[in-house]
């Protein structure tokens, strides 16, 4: 359903280091705003990567992974949705050879960058999958959010088979993309428990 | 003279018009990203960094010139105080207005901000949306119905045919798509008027939920940017397929015009909701970039503030040090020209005038240094003349004394320079007759002046030869004198000898030659007519004949000690006991049958001294003769002879003292009793003492007559003593250093 964007990458690149910025900005910004609670002190949150599972691809070589995320919206980050703000969530999926001794390499790397707006007349939530360019359209948040977590069917390869007798493993984690956010909010969101969406890395070894 | 230019190193302009440009652009593209623009929303973090890090680097640099300024205040550093005011000054000179138009933005940014939204605009567009809705809920209650004709035409068709049916009703109803689901959710056919898409809209688990309690589904699906669709989703029953149940969805485009309409309704209600949602963060954010172009321009205003006021404070501080320098003395210190302006002008004038200064003193010190030369010139040539030379001012201070004057007169002036001349002597007095003769003339005012002074000192009898000359300094009243006097002790004495030693000569040859022949015709004419003669004219012949040979006797004799006396001496010294000499001597004494009693007191330690023996035998000889003939008559009469080494003026002695107590010398005799042919006796030769003094001379030594307060005469002669050195070896100190009576004269 959802087209996958494949990244070769190795060694691997840290996710956060792609920002390094963003945590200059945050102090800058929590100094600042320590002065207005209000906008500081909020209700979180949460991003889990609920269930997931591996199968081999048919025909090989690789994997097929199917997962979904639970997303629940924070208080501010449900209003700002209401108030027609769109917010971009990214699902980021590896398949990591490990090392015993070395730091593991990152075989395989898929993004995926899903946004979320309400469209006021028609009373649904629209979900653009902005990789594939394609677009639902939901009555119900839940079901919207689902949509928005949901894994289907992404397919794990660089083309080469596994190596025999090596470790290897998946992970995936999910987040809101801050730097998407209209700027006024970014500010907040720079600092704001509200805003801070990240899950941990859900990581699990292949069994072949 | 080394120049040490002073090099201050203020820091150029241009560095901080960089970072100031940089910054104010940095600032406006901010200011740009807060628009929220798309082409610098994403550079907003970056941006915000960067001004932060600027913010960082100035308020350092701020605190960095605090923290200098603070220090160089509390060291009381030249100019430290008016930088503290010109940075006091500028900082309230930017601080007000920044400040002034900072609180008048936000005010302007808080109501411009709340002045976009108006609860009337809010309401109409609400309304609007919910025109809108109902307007499009007509159309979907249309799509409903038709959609349920649809699905009832279909519950009849056959399974065979659904296709093809479906293909009909959508084309019938111009729908744009119809598919047909099963229970499960797959698509059991489908007809789309878009033929490029072959896969049919699929509906939500909610729409599908709905289904399942057995209601319609109807809604609008916006679809990408081909606009709006209206959704339905019927239930169908094929009752030709065993009553099975399916799903009709069908999709009907929404009317062109309809969409559009909705289309502008639902972005403005969007845009508007956006707004008025980001209304608070918007205005926070704004703040906050105003705030840092505040901070910003703030902190750059005082670093400016800090760097105009060392620019301006530099040539002042350095101005004030190198005052500093030159008021202690130091004139080397030349400023750098760092402008044109007045102040340029100010260090160009003190550059000027240092310069001038130092040469000036290099004039000054080169002057010095040629007086010095001449002065030192000057003492070199008085300290080479052998005269000596006291110079006095107006007052009588002494000021000037050459070596020559201090050997001279015995002195070492070094406690009497500055002083009055005759302050000296409170511990010279025998020096009297020398300053009475100068306060003297002084008093009487000569230009120059010319007298023969004596007087009496250590150095026994001295003749000085004073020449003196008043000082004129110009535009003082009373002179100062310059006194040159030669010690003409030993010339006089000199021209005596000599003249003594040709009247000897003279005697000699003048009047001892005649003398055989008057004596030998004095014998022939006793010879011939004594005894021819009568007797009474006899007698007469023979005593006449033997006065004169008698009287030529003695004039024989007298001209022969005299000739003694003149004889020039041929003397051998050697190191001898003195003592043992006048032990030797006094022996024959020892038995004289007068009544005369020799007293011989003699030192305990050997005498040694560096003589002839043979004269100064001679000398004790005359000297006890004297003696003995003073004394003789005298009741008790006695000679003493007495010698005791002694130390003067760093010199070792031996004194040799004869006394007797007789009746002394006489007032008349006492200054020239060491003459020839000066004798208070009735008989002798007159020449016993001058032989004496001659003999003394002739050892270096010294000697005075002098009447002792019990009675009777002593003389005292003291003659330079043999030390021995380590070496073993007797040394003995060059005469005339202090014994001499006198010494060089002219």
């Known amino acids: ?208 | 003279m080394v120049i040490g230019p002073i090099t201050r190193k203020v820091p150029s302009v241009w560095p901080m018009l960089g970072l100031f440009v940089l910054l104010l652009v940095s600032l406006s593209y901010m200011s740009d990203a807060t628009h929220n623009s798309e082409q610098f929303g994403e550079m907003y973090s970056w941006l915000l960094l960067v001004n932060a890090a600027a913010l960082v680097i100035l308020g350092t640099l701020v605190v960095a010139n605090l923290v200098w300024l603070i220090g160089r205040a509390r060291k009381k550093a030249p100019g430290a105080r008016l930088t503290t005011r010109l940075v006091l000054m500028f900082v309230i000179l930017a601080v007000v207005p920044v400040s002034v138009v900072y609180y008048f933005s936000l005010q302007f940014l808080q109501r411009g901000i709340d002045s976009w939204f108006d609860v009337r605009i809010e309401q109409g567009l609400d309304d609007a949306l919910v025109l809108s809705r109902a307007a499009l809920d007509v159309r979907l209650r249309d799509v409903l119905v038709q959609t349920g004709q649809m699905a009832e035409e279909l519950s009849e068709s056959p399974y065979s045919t659904i296709a093809l049916d479906l293909y009909d009703l959508r084309v019938r109803n111009g729908a744009s798509e119809l598919a047909l689901f099963d229970s499960d959710g797959r698509v059991v056919a489908s007809s789309s008027a878009d033929l490029t898409d072959l896969v049919p809209s699929q509906p939500t688990p909610g729409m599908l939920l709905i289904l399942r309690e057995g209601r319609h589904y109807i809604g609008l699906d916006p679809v990408g940017e081909t606009g709006l669709y209206a959704r339905a989703l019927i239930p169908v029953v094929l009752s030709r397929h065993d009553n099975a149940m399916f799903t009709l969805q069908a999709l009907y485009p929404v009317s062109e015009r309809f969409s559009v309409l909705a289309d502008g309704v639902q972005t403005a209600y969007t845009r508007y909701r956006e707004l008025a949602y980001l209304r608070t963060p918007l205005k926070f954010s704004y703040t906050l970039t105003l705030s840092i172009v505040l901070v910003l321009s703030l902190l750059a205003a005082i670093w400016a503030a800090f760097h105009s006021a060392r620019r301006l404070a530099a040539p002042i501080s350095d101005l004030a040090e190198a005052t500093h320098a030159v008021a202690e003395g130091d004139y080397s210190k030349r400023l750098p020209v760092a402008s044109d302006d007045e102040l340029g002008f100010l260090v160009r004038s003190f550059n000027d005038m240092t310069r001038h200064l130092e040469k000036a003193r290099e004039q000054a010190y080169k002057g010095q240094q040629q007086i010095e030369g001449q002065r030192a010139y000057l003492e070199v040539v008085l300290a080479a003349l052998s005269s000596g030379v006291i110079s006095l001012d107006a007052d009588m201070g002494v000021r000037a004394v050459n070596r020559t004057a201090r050997k001279s007169l015995g002195i070492d002036f070094k406690g009497y320079l500055g002083k009055a001349l005759p302050a000296i002597l409170g511990e010279h007095e025998y020096l009297t007759p020398f300053v009475d003769a100068i306060l003297r003339h002084r008093r009487s005012e000569e230009e120059t002046w010319q007298e023969e002074v004596s007087v009496f000192g250590a150095n026994g009898r001295q003749v000085l030869m004073c020449r003196g000359a008043a000082l004129q300094v110009q535009g003082k009243a009373r002179s100062g004198q310059v006194i040159v006097f030669d010690d003409i002790t030993a010339l006089l004495q000199a021209e005596r000898d000599a003249a003594w030693g040709e009247v000897a000569r003279r005697l000699a040859h003048e009047i001892k030659n005649p003398l055989t022949p008057i004596q030998l015709s004095a014998e022939r004419l006793r010879r011939r007519y004594l005894d021819n003669m009568e007797k009474e004219e006899s007698e007469f012949l023979d005593r006449a004949t033997r006065t004169i040979v008698n009287q030529v006797e003695a004039m024989k004799k007298m001209v022969n000690a005299f000739s003694e006396y003149a004889r020039a001496p041929n003397i051998s010294m050697e190191p001898i006991d003195l003592n043992a000499i006048i032990k030797e001597v006094l022996d024959l004494y020892s038995s004289n049958d007068l009544n005369v009693k020799i007293i011989i007191q003699l030192d305990a330690e050997p005498a040694r001294i560096e003589g002839d023996a043979g004269r100064l035998r001679q000398l004790l000889h005359n000297l006890v003769k004297n003696g003995l003939e003073a004394v003789n008559g005298t009741a008790g009469a006695r000679v003493t002879v007495a010698t005791r080494s002694m130390q003067s003026g760093g010199m070792d002695y031996i004194e040799l003292c004869v006394s007797d107590n007789g009746s002394g010398f006489s007032a008349g005799v006492l200054d020239n009793v060491f003459e020839p042919y000066v004798s208070t006796k009735p008989k002798g030769s007159g020449l016993g003492l001058a032989i004496v003094k001659k003999i003394v001379e002739e050892h270096g030594g010294i000697i005075v007559a002098e009447n002792l307060q019990s009675g009777g005469a002593l003389i005292r002669i003291r003659l330079q003593s043999l030390h021995e050195d380590a070496t073993g070896d007797e040394v003995l100190h060059s005469p005339g250093e202090t014994l001499s009576s006198g010494n060089g004269g002219l």
């Open chain 1, 1 to 208: 359903m959802f087209a996958q964007e494949k990244i070769a990458a190795y060694p691997a690149i840290p996710a956060m280091a792609v920002q390094p910025h963003r945590l200059l900005v945050l102090l800058l910004v929590s100094c600042v705003l320590l002065c207005s609670p209000t906008l500081y002190a909020a209700e979180t949150g949460a991003i889990e990567a609920s269930n997931a599972q591996v199968i081999e691809a048919d025909p090989g070589p690789g994997f097929l992974l199917d997962g979904q995320f639970s997303i629940t919206l924070s208080p501010a980050a449900k209003e700002a949705l209401e108030n027609g703000i769109p917010l971009v969530f990214e699902s980021q999926v590896q398949l990591v050879r490990a090392h015993r001794w070395l730091w593991d390499a990152v075989k395989v790397e898929l993004k995926l960058t899903r946004q979320i707006q309400y469209h006021a007349i028609s009373r649904s939530y629209v979900v653009k999958d902005i990789n594939a360019d394609t677009q639902r359209n939901f009555r119900r948040l839940a079901d919207a959010m689902d949509a928005v977590g949901m894994l289907e069917d992404l397919l794990l390869t660089d083309g080469q088979p596994l190596e025999d007798g090596a470790d290897y493993k998946v992970r995936l984690r999910g987040s809101l993309d801050i730097e998407s956010l209209p700027t006024p909010v970014r500010l907040i969101a720079y600092v704001s428990s509200a805003w801070d969406m990240n899950s941990e890395w859900h990581v699990w070894s292949l069994d072949r």
